[in-house]
Nanobody, 124 residues
Framework: QVQLTESGGDSVQAGGSLRLSCVVS????????MGWFRQAPGKEHEEVAV???????RYADSVKGRFTISKDNAENTLYLRMNSLDPEDTGMYYC??????????????????RGKGTQVTVSS
């Protein structure tokens, strides 16, 4: 089993920045792809940023140039740096991970493992 614990969510004004963290524990060597997805009230899940099986990054068009995904392998921690935040970025942000066999066929919101989420609220 793999456990994911997010932190860093907050309420900020438009134009502000946040950094989300996700500590990955358990059988961490069993997962390969890791990333973030979000869900806003009344909206579908949206994949935000991902490290794929090959370690390449993938971003939603809506966050390109503003968000940066990174990781610290030594600390088993995944990060999401979010700049120039907009009220449209408001939502619950989840960290997710999956085994290599599934990474190529799933979006982050369908990954096998996910955390409980951290709330990001951006006010205008």
């Amino acid at each position: 089993q793999v456990q994911l614990t997010e932190s860093g969510g907050d309420s900020v004004q438009a134009g502000g920045s946040l950094r989300l963290s996700c500590v990955v524990s358990g059988y961490t060597n069993s997962v390969k792809c890791m990333g973030w997805f979000r869900q806003a009230p009344g909206k579908e899940h949206e994949e935000v940023a991902v490290f794929d099986n090959d370690g390449h990054t993938r971003y939603a068009d809506s966050v390109k140039g503003r968000f940066t995904i990174s990781k610290d392998n030594a600390e088993n921690t995944l990060y999401l740096r979010m700049n120039s935040l907009d009220p449209e970025d408001t939502g619950m942000y989840y960290c997710a991970a999956d085994h290599p066999a599934w990474c190529g066929s799933r979006a982050a919101y369908d990954y096998t493992y996910r955390g409980k989420g951290t709330q990001v609220t951006v006010s205008s």
